[in-house]
């Protein structure tokens, strides 16, 4: 990719969906000019930032994420919004690249043209977000889309790093999933601020119902993520259309409850702290590895973990002195 940000800023900044892409793609490259060039990139449109509704979509695979989030795309748009939607794939283990490809699941939305649709490979990072989603948020919003979906993998307990990057937690469930409760532990359900029973209609239309009266019952047992906020449980059908207006209002509601008190405002500060420690943290691994003075060290270090003669705990304390210069 040819790097040339004078170009592409004011591109981006006048919603050209082609410099979004190019945009993205400058910021998931591990190139070192691409990561500078990327965040002078960032760092230039950051005052356009900001201003968008930020939700996140978690659930089991076969929930039907990818299915709704088409059906209330198409919502938002002709309700007069630009809509983007950022799907985080599984990652290929032979290639690295997204292995579904949301873009092709989601045909309708792809084509209009206040929409926007970027499948990115997870890396296989826990939590089911790519490295740089909280990078591509920015940018779309920079390119003037105001609502920003974030789509994530859906694979377990771990899938909640979209959470801590987005104003709107939503987990979908599915009726007739065995147990309706089981997913009520300590973990993905203590997230959520919106969940979703989908598939609400035809034959599973009653067993949705009961889940969410289900649902309903049980998260008042629970303690509630925000202090502005109490958690909602709703029917949805993509097929039918059922529910995209009540997941709308939900979702201003939320952000008006939210705004009123200050959290909102607070959520993304803190946001902003999470993505430094983690960002330090992966840079840091980085450095270490890429060291060519460190690389024997290091290898004698991942020996004698991998052998027993010393814990990882320990391994990883001596590492951190290892890349500080410390004795």
């Not at 983690?278 to 060291?291: G, M």
Request: charged residues 25%; contains cysteine; glycine residues 8%.
């Amino acid at each position: 990719m040819t790097i040339a940000i004078h170009d592409l800023a004011p591109a981006l900044l006048s919603g050209d969906r082609r410099a979004l892409a190019r945009a993205i793609t400058l910021a998931e490259s591990t190139r070192d000019d691409h990561r500078s060039a990327a965040e002078a990139l960032i760092e230039t449109v950051l005052p356009a930032t900001g201003k968008a509704w930020r939700l996140g979509l978690s659930g089991a695979p076969g929930v039907g994420k990818s299915t709704l989030i088409e059906a209330l795309g198409l919502y938002l748009v002709a309700s007069g919004h630009r809509v983007a939607v950022l799907a985080v794939d599984p990652s290929s283990v032979l290639g690295g690249g997204a292995i579904l490809g949301d873009k092709t699941r989601m045909e309708r939305l792809a084509r209009e043209t206040n929409a926007f649709i970027r499948p990115s490979p997870s890396a296989n990072l826990a939590g089911g977000v790519a490295r740089r989603t909280r990078e591509a948020i920015l940018l779309a919003e920079a390119a003037g889309f105001d609502v920003v979906i974030v789509e994530t993998v859906g694979v377990g307990q771990s899938e909640m790093a979209v959470a801590d990057m987005v104003d709107l937690f939503c987990l979908l469930l599915q009726p007739q999933a065995g147990d309706e409760l089981q997913g009520l532990k300590r973990g993905i359900v203590e997230r959520a601020e919106l969940i979703l029973i989908t598939k609400a209609d035809g034959e599973t239309a009653a067993a949705a119902e009961h889940a969410v009266a289900e649902y309903r019952s049980a998260l008042r047992l629970l303690r509630q993520p925000s202090a502005a906020w109490t958690p909602e449980v709703w029917p949805v059908s993509a097929m039918t259309g059922r529910g995209l207006d009540t997941i709308w209002s939900a979702t201003r509601r939320h952000r008006e409850a939210l705004e009123a008190t200050g959290e909102l405002a607070q959520r993304r500060l803190h946001q902003n702290e999470q993505a430094l420690w983690a960002e330090f943290s992966q840079v840091l691994l980085e450095t270490a590895r890429h060291r060519p003075s460190l690389t024997a060290a290091i290898g004698r270090i991942e020996a004698a973990v991998r052998d027993g003669a010393v814990t990882p705990g320990a391994g990883a304390r001596d590492l951190v002195r290892l890349v500080l210069g410390e004795d």
